[in-house]
């Protein structure tokens, strides 16, 4: 999802709940709008300021409460619990379709400089769990695709920073994409 748990965590969204770590409560207000306070105070002081984007995971904890606007909900046939976590699944062209019209959002409402993205791959493996993303690959080959599951993971990833690319570049040529290297 497009913050750290699948909720907007710095601005105000139709598409995705408040984040808890500014109120306490995932969906509350706080009053404010975090993010265009901070755009407009780092730009006064000549500073740019950078959305970061976790486009998949949805869930720290996946027993977690959460808002009915919340990513896990709305997208609950796309959700994968995963771990002690809640993941959207990357082969999931709707996932996808969310995590760009929210990216759509954030260029068209606010003067960020950049956007980043972490966390923008399939989580990594756990001893003697899968990553149960069978629906999209089946749908995926039911519709005449031939990858491997490897390769079918690689290619959903590979889509999103593509379309996220294009996006951007389509949307506001001024704002840097990029996205983080995991060591």
Not at 43 to 60: D, F, Q, S
Not at 137 to 146: H, L, S
Request: net charge negative; charged share 20%.
């Amino acid at each position: 999802s497009p913050c750290s748990t699948g909720d907007v965590m710095w601005y105000a969204s139709a598409l995705e709940p408040w984040s808890r770590f500014l109120t306490g409560t995932q969906g509350t207000s706080p009053g404010w709008d975090p993010l265009a306070f901070a755009v407009d105070e780092g730009h006064k002081r000549g500073l740019e300021v950078h959305a970061w984007i976790n486009p998949y995971r949805g869930l720290v904890n996946a027993t977690s409460q959460v808002d009915p606007l919340h990513p896990t909900k709305t997208l609950a046939s796309h959700t994968i619990k995963y771990g002690t976590q809640a993941w959207m699944e990357p082969g999931a062209p709707e996932v996808r379709a969310h995590i760009l019209d929210v990216i759509r959002d954030i260029l068209t409402r606010y003067d960020v400089d950049g956007l980043h993205f972490d966390d923008y791959f399939y989580p990594y493996p756990i001893d003697g769990q899968t990553f149960d993303d069978a629906a999209s690959y089946a749908a995926f080959t039911a519709g005449g695709g031939t990858l491997s599951l490897d390769d079918f993971r690689r290619q959903s990833v590979d889509a999103l920073v593509e379309q996220t690319a294009d996006l951007v570049a389509a949307t506001r040529s001024d704002v840097r994409f990029g996205v983080s290297k995991d060591e």
